[in-house]
């Protein structure tokens, strides 16, 4: 018998997209199915970005230099400037999507055995990608009844190794929906400058922080060597099927070795890159507006899951996730419950598991992750989905 790799077998399903067969066998068995397992906004993307693709008139769409346009990176320039940021053209790769800065940064500083300090919880394509370039997640327990608040730098420490090359940071995090104190960011820089680590500090979420003030970690300029800032236009722009994303760091042998990876997939593609140049045109009110919707959607959730019995979270500060316990002793087989077995008045819910947002066995086996991008009826309607639910399958 032919074997497929042991590293291709080790990597799991996404938690957030696994159950989707069941989704679309309910949808179209006629039931509604709301979906809060997945970050996908249902705020209409800006205009200019549909603009800028019409108006692409070329006889060829021919490849790209492989690091990206001109035309993008001068676009993220101005952006970061704009945040003060002090990143240039030359500090920029463009990449398709996160994910795919996210597997350049891992292949660059990462061999086989090599790992990378995440916090626990974290969103799972972190161990996926990491596994992908024979390197591991070593993971550093959050809690709930801590609010989620990374621990001190002694515990942190623990988790340190000579294979430890880098620490990676979620900010605003996905799924807890914290962000980092400035105490916080303290704490990781002084490990990382002990330690000799990168930080990988993925900020693609840091326009929709609601109860706290967001800092860059580009603002500690004695680790601009070692800063990795993994960028997106997916949720910035609720472009998240636009995949086009960058690396931005000072650190030169990054960009130019994460260029031989761009070159061997050859280039992201052109049209999309000028579609999302054009996004970083939009307006302000543009962000300001999906800001204050979801921090009002945050608000509907964490009401909403205050009158569920038995749960337990903490309010988001920032991103739009919320990861939650439940009265149940598995999360993945109520989710597939819920899709298989019940509705409510022909509605029903599509959770995430959180399971695979940890790397420690046993954690998150009774909690879910739940996005509240979507529209405040939805949300609602949902939350009232979730308790008669529970009361039904705990019976």
Known sequence: MINLSNKVLSINESPIRKLAPLARAAAEAGKRVIPLNIGQPDIYTPKEYYKAIRDVDSEVIAYTDSNGIDELKSAFTRYYAKMDMPFTEDDILITAGGSEALLFSYACICDQGDEILAFEPFYPNYNSLAKLVGAKISAVTCHVEEGFRIPDKAEILKKITPKTKAIMVTNPNNPTGTVLTKEEMDTIVDIALEKDLFIISDEVYREYVYSQTWLPFSGYGQILDRLIVIDSVSKRYSGCGIRIGCIA???????????????????????????????????????????????????????????????????????????????????????????????????????????????????????????????????????????????????
């Open 249 to 395: 760091t000072k650190n030169h042998d990054i960009i130019a070795n994460s260029l031989k990876l761009a070159q061997a997939r050859l280039s992201v593609p052109l049209v999309e890159q000028i579609g999302a140049a054009a996004l970083f045109n939009t307006a302000d009110d543009y962000i300001r507006y999906c800001h204050d919707e979801y921090e009002k959607r945050r608000d509907i959730l964490y009401e909403g899951m205050k009158a569920i019995p038995g749960a337990g979270f903490i309010r988001p500060c920032g991103a739009f996730y919320l990861i939650a316990s439940l009265p149940v002793e598995n999360s993945e087989d109520f989710a597939r419950w819920l899709l298989t077995d019940y509705d409510l008045d022909g509605d029903t819910v599509s959770l995430c598991p959180a399971k695979d947002f940890y790397a420690t066995p046993g954690l998150g086996l009774n909690e879910v992750r739940i996005s509240y991008c979507l529209k405040g009826e939805d949300l609602s309607r949902a939350l009232h989905v979730i308790p008669c639910a529970l009361e039904k399958y705990n019976k």
